[in-house]
Protein backbone atom coordinates (compact mmCIF):
# COMPACT_ATOMS: atom_id res chain seq x y z
CA UNK A 1 0.00 0.00 0.00
CA UNK A 2 1.26 3.65 -0.80
CA UNK A 3 2.32 5.89 2.33
CA UNK A 4 2.44 9.40 3.68
CA UNK A 5 3.93 10.96 5.95
CA UNK A 6 1.84 12.50 9.32
CA UNK A 7 3.54 14.37 11.50
CA UNK A 8 6.73 11.52 10.55
CA UNK A 9 4.32 9.04 11.27
CA UNK A 10 4.63 6.70 8.03
CA UNK A 11 0.40 5.92 7.24
CA UNK A 12 -0.46 3.57 4.44
CA UNK A 13 -3.74 4.35 2.74
CA UNK A 14 -5.90 3.19 -0.05
CA UNK A 15 -6.31 4.67 -3.40
CA UNK A 16 -9.06 7.08 -3.06
CA UNK A 17 -8.59 8.11 0.36
CA UNK A 18 -8.83 11.14 2.09
CA UNK A 19 -6.30 12.24 4.66
CA UNK A 20 -8.97 12.06 7.40
CA UNK A 21 -9.83 8.79 6.38
CA UNK A 22 -6.48 7.22 6.43
CA UNK A 23 -5.31 9.14 9.33
CA UNK A 24 -8.10 7.66 11.21
CA UNK A 25 -7.88 4.23 9.96
CA UNK A 26 -4.21 3.95 11.19
CA UNK A 27 -5.39 4.99 14.28
CA UNK A 28 -4.59 8.09 14.23
CA UNK A 29 -7.37 10.81 15.25
CA UNK A 30 -7.64 14.35 13.87
CA UNK A 31 -10.05 16.44 15.64
CA UNK A 32 -13.57 17.18 13.31
CA UNK A 33 -17.22 17.90 13.61
CA UNK A 34 -18.58 17.89 10.86
CA UNK A 35 -17.31 15.04 9.30
CA UNK A 36 -19.23 11.53 9.49
CA UNK A 37 -17.69 8.33 7.94
CA UNK A 38 -21.39 7.82 6.79
CA UNK A 39 -21.59 10.81 4.64
CA UNK A 40 -19.63 13.23 2.17
CA UNK A 41 -17.07 15.47 3.17
CA UNK A 42 -18.37 18.76 3.55
CA UNK A 43 -15.19 21.09 5.06
CA UNK A 44 -17.19 23.42 6.37
CA UNK A 45 -16.18 22.81 10.43
CA UNK A 46 -12.24 23.53 9.28
CA UNK A 47 -11.27 21.56 12.65
CA UNK A 48 -9.28 19.14 10.75
CA UNK A 49 -7.27 21.31 8.97
CA UNK A 50 -3.58 20.25 8.42
CA UNK A 51 -0.91 21.72 6.43
CA UNK A 52 0.48 20.25 3.23
CA UNK A 53 3.82 22.23 1.63
CA UNK A 54 3.10 25.20 3.69
CA UNK A 55 -0.85 25.24 2.26
CA UNK A 56 -3.58 24.68 5.16
CA UNK A 57 -6.12 22.29 3.54
CA UNK A 58 -9.27 20.43 4.97
CA UNK A 59 -8.08 16.74 5.74
CA UNK A 60 -11.55 15.67 5.04
CA UNK A 61 -11.48 16.73 1.35
CA UNK A 62 -7.87 16.24 0.59
CA UNK A 63 -6.60 12.93 -1.14
CA UNK A 64 -4.04 11.38 0.01
CA UNK A 65 -1.09 10.66 -1.73
CA UNK A 66 1.90 8.98 -1.81
CA UNK A 67 5.28 10.64 -0.45
CA UNK A 68 2.97 13.88 0.53
CA UNK A 69 4.11 15.05 4.24
CA UNK A 70 1.38 16.34 6.46
CA UNK A 71 1.99 18.40 9.61
CA UNK A 72 -1.38 18.11 11.75
CA UNK A 73 -0.50 18.21 15.59
CA UNK A 74 1.83 21.56 15.64
CA UNK A 75 0.96 24.00 18.52
CA UNK A 76 -0.53 26.95 15.50
CA UNK A 77 -2.63 24.09 15.15
CA UNK A 78 -3.95 23.14 17.82
CA UNK A 79 -4.04 26.58 18.48
CA UNK A 80 -6.39 27.57 15.44
CA UNK A 81 -8.49 24.22 16.39
CA UNK A 82 -9.42 25.72 19.88
CA UNK A 83 -9.97 28.86 18.62
CA UNK A 84 -12.75 27.35 15.95
CA UNK A 85 -14.26 25.61 18.99
CA UNK A 86 -13.87 28.22 21.40
CA UNK A 87 -16.03 30.41 18.40
CA UNK A 88 -18.57 27.85 18.21
CA UNK A 89 -19.53 28.60 21.74
CA UNK A 90 -20.16 31.94 21.86
CA UNK A 91 -21.70 32.08 18.49
CA UNK A 92 -24.67 30.31 20.48
CA UNK A 93 -26.13 29.11 23.72
CA UNK A 94 -24.08 26.54 24.94
CA UNK A 95 -24.79 25.39 29.05
CA UNK A 96 -23.11 22.32 29.17
CA UNK A 97 -24.11 21.43 33.14
CA UNK A 98 -27.92 21.91 32.24
CA UNK A 99 -27.71 20.09 28.73
CA UNK A 100 -28.94 16.68 28.60
CA UNK A 101 -26.08 15.94 26.40
CA UNK A 102 -23.43 16.40 28.48
CA UNK A 103 -21.21 13.86 28.66
CA UNK A 104 -21.93 12.73 25.25
CA UNK A 105 -21.62 15.98 23.14
CA UNK A 106 -19.02 16.08 20.63
CA UNK A 107 -18.55 19.51 20.57
CA UNK A 108 -17.74 19.75 25.04
CA UNK A 109 -15.82 16.71 23.84
CA UNK A 110 -13.82 18.43 21.38
CA UNK A 111 -12.98 21.33 23.94
CA UNK A 112 -11.67 19.03 26.48
CA UNK A 113 -9.76 17.13 24.09
CA UNK A 114 -8.08 20.40 22.91
CA UNK A 115 -7.53 21.81 26.66
CA UNK A 116 -10.07 24.52 26.17
CA UNK A 117 -10.01 26.29 29.33
CA UNK A 118 -12.63 29.08 28.49
CA UNK A 119 -14.51 30.72 25.57
CA UNK A 120 -12.26 33.86 25.13
CA UNK A 121 -14.37 35.53 23.31
CA UNK A 122 -17.23 37.77 24.32
CA UNK A 123 -20.76 36.08 24.11
CA UNK A 124 -23.21 36.61 21.07
CA UNK A 125 -26.12 36.03 23.25
CA UNK A 126 -27.89 34.89 19.76
CA UNK A 127 -31.31 34.85 19.88
CA UNK A 128 -32.78 31.71 18.80
CA UNK A 129 -36.01 30.03 18.47
CA UNK A 130 -36.76 26.03 19.68
CA UNK A 131 -39.63 24.02 18.34
CA UNK A 132 -40.71 21.51 20.82
CA UNK A 133 -43.69 21.20 18.77
CA UNK A 134 -42.85 17.28 18.04
CA UNK A 135 -44.38 14.83 20.19
CA UNK A 136 -40.81 12.30 20.00
CA UNK A 137 -37.94 15.10 18.56
CA UNK A 138 -36.86 18.53 20.00
CA UNK A 139 -34.75 21.00 18.26
CA UNK A 140 -33.21 23.79 19.78
CA UNK A 141 -31.49 25.87 17.55
CA UNK A 142 -29.59 27.13 20.57
CA UNK A 143 -26.95 24.33 20.50
CA UNK A 144 -26.64 23.93 16.15
CA UNK A 145 -23.73 24.66 15.33
CA UNK A 146 -24.30 24.37 11.39
CA UNK A 147 -22.35 21.37 10.71
CA UNK A 148 -25.14 20.16 8.21
CA UNK A 149 -24.54 16.66 9.65
CA UNK A 150 -28.49 16.79 10.08
CA UNK A 151 -29.06 18.13 6.78
CA UNK A 152 -26.92 15.33 4.74
CA UNK A 153 -28.34 12.80 7.18
CA UNK A 154 -31.94 13.34 6.95
CA UNK A 155 -31.41 13.36 2.40
CA UNK A 156 -29.16 10.79 2.09
CA UNK A 157 -29.54 8.33 5.60
CA UNK A 158 -33.05 8.91 6.16
CA UNK A 159 -34.99 9.79 2.33
CA UNK A 160 -36.36 12.65 3.76
CA UNK A 161 -34.75 16.02 3.37
CA UNK A 162 -36.46 17.45 6.41
CA UNK A 163 -33.95 20.00 7.31
CA UNK A 164 -31.93 23.08 5.42
CA UNK A 165 -30.02 25.91 6.04
CA UNK A 166 -31.75 29.23 5.59
CA UNK A 167 -30.11 32.43 5.66
CA UNK A 168 -26.04 33.01 5.25
CA UNK A 169 -23.35 33.70 7.11
CA UNK A 170 -23.72 34.43 11.16
CA UNK A 171 -27.25 35.13 10.17
CA UNK A 172 -28.03 31.55 8.85
CA UNK A 173 -29.56 29.10 10.58
CA UNK A 174 -31.46 25.33 10.85
CA UNK A 175 -34.99 25.72 8.88
CA UNK A 176 -37.38 22.78 8.71
CA UNK A 177 -38.93 21.75 5.39
CA UNK A 178 -42.46 21.37 6.06
CA UNK A 179 -45.27 23.35 5.56
CA UNK A 180 -45.32 25.13 8.56
CA UNK A 181 -41.85 25.44 9.33
CA UNK A 182 -42.35 23.30 12.47
CA UNK A 183 -40.88 19.63 13.27
CA UNK A 184 -44.60 18.81 14.33
CA UNK A 185 -45.37 18.62 10.76
CA UNK A 186 -42.27 17.05 9.17
CA UNK A 187 -40.86 13.34 8.89
CA UNK A 188 -38.61 13.69 11.48
CA UNK A 189 -38.71 10.55 13.81
CA UNK A 190 -36.40 9.99 16.62
CA UNK A 191 -34.61 6.45 15.41
CA UNK A 192 -34.04 8.62 12.16
CA UNK A 193 -29.54 9.21 11.45
CA UNK A 194 -30.49 13.04 11.26
CA UNK A 195 -31.41 12.31 15.18
CA UNK A 196 -28.83 10.25 15.93
CA UNK A 197 -25.91 11.91 14.66
CA UNK A 198 -26.23 15.44 15.70
CA UNK A 199 -22.98 16.10 17.67
CA UNK A 200 -24.86 18.45 19.81
CA UNK A 201 -28.33 18.55 21.60
CA UNK A 202 -29.39 20.43 19.06
CA UNK A 203 -31.99 17.74 17.89
CA UNK A 204 -32.61 14.83 20.42
CA UNK A 205 -35.28 12.60 20.99
CA UNK A 206 -37.45 13.61 23.72
CA UNK A 207 -37.81 11.55 27.08
CA UNK A 208 -34.26 10.66 27.27
CA UNK A 209 -32.05 13.11 29.24
CA UNK A 210 -30.04 12.70 32.07
CA UNK A 211 -30.51 8.53 31.43
CA UNK A 212 -27.35 7.98 32.21
CA UNK A 213 -25.12 9.13 35.22
CA UNK A 214 -22.55 11.44 35.47
CA UNK A 215 -19.02 9.09 35.19
CA UNK A 216 -20.51 6.59 32.82
CA UNK A 217 -21.66 8.55 29.82
CA UNK A 218 -19.86 8.76 26.95
CA UNK A 219 -16.94 10.63 26.97
CA UNK A 220 -16.58 10.77 30.65
CA UNK A 221 -14.15 7.36 31.20
CA UNK A 222 -12.41 7.88 27.79
CA UNK A 223 -11.32 10.86 25.47
CA UNK A 224 -13.13 11.50 22.20
CA UNK A 225 -10.38 10.38 19.93
CA UNK A 226 -10.27 6.85 21.68
CA UNK A 227 -13.87 6.58 21.18
CA UNK A 228 -14.20 7.36 17.46
CA UNK A 229 -11.43 5.43 16.81
CA UNK A 230 -12.91 2.23 18.16
CA UNK A 231 -16.29 3.18 16.38
CA UNK A 232 -14.37 3.92 13.17
CA UNK A 233 -12.34 0.57 13.52
CA UNK A 234 -15.65 -1.37 14.57
CA UNK A 235 -17.32 0.51 11.40
CA UNK A 236 -14.90 -0.47 8.93
CA UNK A 237 -14.90 -4.14 10.22
CA UNK A 238 -18.58 -4.29 9.42
CA UNK A 239 -19.05 -2.02 6.02
CA UNK A 240 -15.26 -2.64 4.80
Not at 55 to 69: E, H, N, V, Y
Not at 163 to 174: K, T
Not at 209 to 238: C, M, N, T
Request: aromatic content about 6%.
Amino acid sequence: MPTFFLDDREVAFKEGQTILQAAMSGGHYIPHLCWRPELDPHSSCRLCTVIINGRPFSSCTQPALKGQRVECDTEALVAMRRAVTQMLFIEGNHHCPACEKSGRCKLQATAYLLGMQNSHFSHQFPVRTRDLSHPTVSLDRDRCIRCEICVRASRTLDGKDVFAIDGRGIGSGLAVNSPSGLLKDSEIAPEDAAVRLCPTGALMAKDQGFEVPIGDRLYDREPLSVVELREYKARKALHG
